[in-house]
């Protein structure tokens, strides 16, 4: 019984929302990041990372583009995408394409935390770009630690 209680507490934690700032114009449903139910949400470098995002399509888009930045105190602001080996910007392999306008979509991305980043406190800005603009555009406050 305690084994089963402490799945469905699992699933749940995995699973909840996170608090988010849209810094679009409200397309942003629902984000979830694996392990993070709280802000700030704590990401362990060479860990690996589920981030869902439901949205609802503001265009007809032939095709997206996935971007991710940490917004630094002081308004620095670094391109993850450069330093993440392996980051995919297709974002049509992560939410289906084309898009519609209208349409609920989930855009699903994996990622690993390179071990080389530094610890650092950030909001974490994700966006993804459509054929007018973006789908969506929306960010979490992180830390990433050891």
């Not at 470098?45 to 991710?68: F, M, P, R």
Request: proline residues 5%.
């Amino acid at each position: 019984m305690l084994k089963i209680i402490g799945l469905v507490l699992y699933f749940v934690a995995v699973s909840a929302s996170v608090p988010y700032t849209d810094c679009a114009h409200k397309e942003v449903i629902d984000v979830a990041i694996s392990g993070c139910t709280t802000s700030p949400c704590i990401f362990h470098k060479g860990k690996e990372v589920q981030i869902d995002i439901h949205y609802k399509a503001n265009q007809d888009s032939t095709k997206a583009t996935w971007d991710l930045h940490a917004i630094l105190a002081g308004g620095i602001d670094i391109d993850l995408s450069k330093l993440i080996p392996g980051f995919d910007r297709d974002g049509c392999h992560d939410t289906p394409c084309p898009v519609k306008t209208g349409e609920t979509k989930k855009f699903s991305y994996n990622l690993t935390i390179p071990e080389t980043t530094p610890t650092i406190e950030a909001d974490i800005k994700a966006r993804l770009i459509g054929d007018s603009g973006d789908l969506f555009c929306g960010s979490v406050h992180g830390n990433i630690v050891n």
